[in-house]
């Protein structure tokens, strides 16, 4: 059975950095997608970054330049290290992850496995 466990969330000040990490156990494929996404109360689930087997990853505009996804194949772990946090960014965090290409355009709907979130809260 496919685990998502994540870590790293907490508060930070505008300007701050932050890690997270998505630990994956039960299940291992050569094609992959994985990708972060956030939420706050009452919007929809949004797509952050993205990285794939085959596709080169990928930026929501809004985090481009600040925020990088990583994956490290070795440990089975995937990460996002966040950096100048903006208020903005303020959100549950959530890592996803399928054993297939990504599709062009990813949305929750893709995804058949999930981490429980991990807050991340920027006071300005």
């Known amino acids: 059975q496919v685990q998502l466990v994540e870590s790293g969330g907490g508060s930070v000040q505008a300007g701050g950095s932050l890690r997270l990490s998505c630990a994956v156990s039960?299940?291992?494929?050569?094609?992959?997608?994985m990708a972060w996404f956030r939420q706050t109360p009452g919007k929809e689930r949004e797509g952050v970054a993205i990285?794939?087997?085959?596709?080169?990853?990928r930026y929501a505009d809004s985090v481009k330049g600040r925020f990088t996804i990583s994956l490290d194949n070795a440990k089975s772990i995937l990460y996002l290290q966040m950096d100048k946090l903006q208020p903005e960014d303020t959100a549950m965090y959530y890592c996803a992850a399928d054993f297939s290409v990504c599709p062009f355009i990813a949305t929750p709907a893709h995804f058949p496995y999930w981490g429980q979130g991990t807050q991340v809260t920027v006071s300005s």
């Open positions: 990285i794939g087997s085959v596709y080169s990853t």
């Open positions: 039960g299940g291992t494929s050569s094609r992959y997608c």
